[in-house]
Structures are given as structure tokens and as C-alpha cells.
């Protein structure tokens, strides 16, 4: 199989070969290889006539680059520093647009792109249509239009969320309405001050580097975990203990470890022991430890894999009494949100659960007006989460609908001869296409992901989530299934992914 590039190189018959252009090398030894923004900047999604430039000069010292250099695109009256100086997301925006402004539909746009690389749910649409509805239609009151009864999400949404959290989530201590807020975004600007460090497992949602960068300026420090199930086991904070103090050497101060459990992109659940393994950590070393759980409902049976770990929520922990040292409650901060478990990306609703921190809340609760729910949201939600049977009956059909899209999709790629790592929650696998074509490394990664993008399929490659071995992607099953279809025959054809007899 030959995958032609661009610039000159090849991937054939599973190896990497290069054609000899030294501009080609200079071009090639520019691609930053480390975040998603990144990876996209240097490919060509065809939005309008000219699409965009397969590559870009090296970036400049700041995201926006200098004040002289922002006048050559802007000639207003200056900007702040604070916006100016962090991640530059217009790149992404521009890029991520021209992808959703172009998806396949098989009638409206046959020649489109079939999204395989973002996670979303559709296994459960019609039935979130009906019920989000029916809420809308049966709950929405004429106090809906006014401010509400609390500034950060109503005492309705944070009464069915504290019933919610004590039913499914198994908390030591039982959450109360008041432990919650319904805002996420000034979170690690409350807990952290600009240029603090933040440690977590990678490779990691690669969402963070957006999220926690563009307005607390905190720094992320990916650690590099063991690969595979020792990743997942208590020795693997002996890579935190490392990185935490090569990052403190370096003059950089850590105050936060993030752990997100279900793991996305790899998709599968903690131990006990392991997370009891972050707590020890955090609290020998002082630090906050949050929890994201956003996919804790998300979780499935696989048959290949029956010896996943049971999800456990970190407020089920009672650490004092099962390691049997102090423990500071005051430093774990639980996320969670609608937008996986309940296939609602759209409606923007997270919750965070502090327990122990009422000064947290409160300070976080000094900015959340700008930030405050919409009431349809609030309404929506709060309605869904309070009608038990309604929700045992949607949380077990999503789970099935999961578990056998997950088996599909895995058997598709398992029997061309693609490895397929274990897993056991999300709406995604992770794939090594790389041990597959015969390559392993980032330039090579980022070609494959090119010529799926230009003949029709967006999937995420593995780099952009920082993830050390390069060659693995995220692969979205949970898509409507006809467009599934339609994504893998497209990568049968493009990557000559035949059955292995």
C-alpha cells in the first residue's frame, strides 16, 4: 500500500519512505507534533477555493506573536495581554468550522467528511428528542424567564443533581445540593494562580490545553505513564512522582493533579487501588486533586475485556478509613456534565462537586452569573435526572448501545489485523493503525491523518493528545450508524485495510 503525501514522502507497503527534498525535511522538522491545534494547523480541510496552506512557518515567541506583528492583522487600539498572550485558538476555530460546516450527510452533502474523531453520542438520539421535549414541554415555567432562585443554576437542577450523585455515584459522605455549583470555567482560575503547574496522565483529552491555558494560564504537564495496564495501576504515580519533581526543578510550581476516570482518549476505568494511589499522592505532596468523571455512566460491557475495573467515583472514597493516614477532603473537586452520558454536547451544562470547600464555591460563585446555565438547559436536565425509572431505562439502553457499536467497530479493525487497546467506557477506541501500516513515528502519524482527511474521514491522531508512541488514533463509534459505515469503508480504501484471512 502507498499513501501519497504532499510533500514529497510515502508510506509504502507498511513502511515509512522518504523521497530526498531537503525543503521537505526543513518543512517537516517545523511540524509540532504536541497538541490537536497543532496537528490540524498543518493540513488543508478544503474550506473555500484555496483551503488552507499545508504548512506554516515556525510559530512566533507568543501565541498572537508580537504587538508588531498582531498589527500586520489588526490595526485597533491594543488588546489586552491576558487575551492576547495565551493560546491562539483561532487556528483551531478556522479548522474545526471548515469540518463541521462539511460533515457527510448522505443527502445533503454525500462528498462530505465523516466525523470519527469527535466524541459524540448519536446512538440515542431520537430518544433524547422525545424526552428533552416532553421536559421542555411540561416543566418550562414563566420563572424560567427571569433570573431564577440561585446564581449559579437553579436549587431544582442542584436538588436533582445531589439525588443523582447519591444514587449512581456511591458517595462515602452524601452530597447535598449545596455542594454543588453549576459552573466549571472559573474552576482551576479559583484554584490555581497564573503559571502553576497541573500534572495528569497522558496521553490526555486534549481539550485541556484550550480549557485550562486560555484563561487561568496554568501550565499542563502531561506525565507519561507506563503503556497499557500498568498505566492504569497504583505504580504508575511513581512517573507523577518523577515528573513532579522534575517540573519543580525547573522552577515551576505544581499545585494540582488532574485524573480523569473513565481515561479518555484510551477509554476505560480506574481501580480502587489506583485512585486511592492519586490520594495518597496528593495529599503527601499537598496538592488538589480533580476528578472527571464525565464519562462515569458511559461505561459498558466488552467481552473482550472481562476483567474491567467497575467504575468507581473518587466520592466513594472514604481514604482516612481504607489507607488509614489523614486525608485534607478539602482538596478533591468532582466534574461531571451532561454533555457525554446523556449525549448532549450541545446543551453546555458541567457541575462541580467540592464537598468540603465552601470557600471554593463560594469564591467561584462571585463570577457565575456570566457563566449561569440557561434555564431550557436547567430544565432539561433537572427534569431527566428526577424521573427515576425514565432515567434507569435511558442510562441501560445507552450502556447496551455502546457495548455493541464498541464490539463492531473493534471487530472491523481486529479482523484487517489493527490492534485495538482495551476498553471499556467512552464513545471511542484506541486504535494502532501505525503497527498496522508499519510506521511509528509523529510525521508519518500525521500523513495517514491527512490522506483520511482529503479522501473523507476525520479520525484523531494519537499525538495530539500526547500520547509518547506515535501511530495510535481515537476512533469514535457512537456515531450514527449508517455514517460508521460509511467512515470505515472510506478508511478500507484509503489505508487498503483488508480482512486478514
Not at 112 to 128: D, K, P, T, Y
Not at 168 to 184: G, K, N, T, W
Not at 198 to 223: C, H, N, S
Request: one cysteine or more.
Amino acid at each position: 500500500m502507498t499513501i501519497p503525501t504532499s510533500n514529497g514522502h510515502a508510506l509504502t507497503n507498511g513502511t515509512s519512505k522518504k523521497v530526498q527534498h531537503d525543503n521537505d525535511a526543513d518543512a517537516d522538522s517545523h511540524i509540532d507534533t504536541e497538541t490537536l491545534m497543532s496537528c490540524l494547523t498543518h493540513f488543508s480541510l478544503g474550506c473555500g477555493n484555496d483551503g488552507f496552506p499545508p504548512a506554516l512557518p515556525p510559530p512566533p515567541t507568543s501565541a498572537l506573536g508580537t504587538r508588531e506583528e498582531q498589527r500586520r492583522i489588526y490595526l485597533g487600539p491594543k488588546l489586552s495581554d491576558r487575551a492576547t498572550g495565551g493560546p491562539d485558538a483561532g487556528p483551531l476555530i478556522e479548522r474545526f468550522s471548515c469540518l463541521f460546516k462539511d460533515q457527510y450527510h448522505c443527502k445533503t452533502n454525500p462528498k462530505g467528511i465523516v466525523s470519527m474523531g469527535v466524541a459524540e453520542n448519536f446512538l440515542m438520539q431520537r430518544e433524547c428528542i422525545e424526552m428533552f421535549s416532553k421536559a421542555l414541554a411540561k416543566n418550562f415555567l414563566a420563572s424560567d424567564l427571569s433570573y431564577g432562585d440561585n446564581l449559579w443554576g437553579s436549587r431544582r437542577i442542584n436538588k436533582a443533581l445531589s439525588g443523582f450523585y447519591n444514587r449512581y455515584f456511591d458517595p462515602a459522605v452524601e452530597v447535598q445540593p449545596d455542594h454543588i455549583i453549576c459552573v466549571l470555567d472559573q474552576l482551576f482560575f479559583t484554584l490555581l494562580d497564573e503559571g502553576d503547574a497541573i500534572l495528569l496522565a497522558a496521553p490526555y483529552y486534549t481539550g485541556f490545553d484550550r480549557d485550562l491555558i486560555g484563561r487561568a494560564r496554568v501550565k499542563l504537564v502531561p506525565v507519561h505513564v507506563p503503556e497499557g495496564d500498568a498505566g492504569f495501576s497504583p505504580g504508575c504515580m511513581d512517573a507523577f512522582e518523577r515528573t513532579l519533581k522534575e517540573t519543580e526543578a525547573k522552577g515551576t510550581r505544581v499545585r494540582a493533579v488532574i485524573l480523569c476516570n473513565p481515561q479518555n482518549p484510551l477509554g476505560r476505568t480506574y481501580p480502587r487501588d489506583t485512585l486511592l494511589s492519586y490520594a495518597r499522592f496528593c495529599e503527601e505532596r499537598d496538592l488538589h486533586l480533580v476528578s472527571d468523571e464525565i464519562y462515569a455512566m458511559s461505561v459498558y460491557e466488552n467481552k473482550s475485556f472481562p476483567d474491567a475495573a467497575p467504575f468507581t467515583s473518587m466520592l466513594s472514597l472514604d481514604v482516612e478509613r481504607e489507607l488509614g493516614m489523614e486525608f485534607d477532603k478539602a482538596r478533591l473537586h468532582v466534574v461531571y456534565g451532561m454533555s457525554k452520558d446523556f449525549c448532549a454536547n450541545g446543551l453546555r451544562i458541567g457541575s462541580l462537586v467540592s464537598q468540603h470547600n465552601p470557600l471554593l464555591l463560594r469564591a467561584m460563585a462571585a463570577t457565575s452569573m456570566l457563566m449561569k446555565i440557561s434555564s431550557p438547559a436547567d430544565v432539561i436536565w433537572s427534569s431527566i435526572l428526577s424521573d427515576r425509572c425514565a432515567l434507569e431505562d435511558f442510562l441501560g439502553e445507552n450502556k447496551r448501545r455502546l457495548a455493541a457499536a464498541q464490539a463492531s467497530v473493534r471487530g472491523w479493525f481486529e479482523e484487517r489485523g489493527v490492534e485495538v487497546a482495551h476498553s471499556n467506557a467512552g464513545n471511542f477506541i484506541w486504535v494502532h493503525l501505525g503497527g498496522k501500516l508499519g510506521f511509528s513515528d509523529a510525521i508519518s502519524e500525521k500523513k495517514v491523518f491527512q490522506k483520511l482527511l482529503d479522501g473523507g474521514v476525520y479520525i484523531a491522531p494519537g499525538t495530539a493528545y500526547h500520547n509518547p508512541s506515535a501511530g495510535w488514533y481515537r476512533v469514535t463509534f457512537s456515531i450514527a450508524q449508517d455514517d460508521l459505515a460509511v467512515g470505515l469503508s472510506k478508511m478500507e480504501d484509503l489505508l487498503d485495510l483488508r480482512v486478514v484471512v
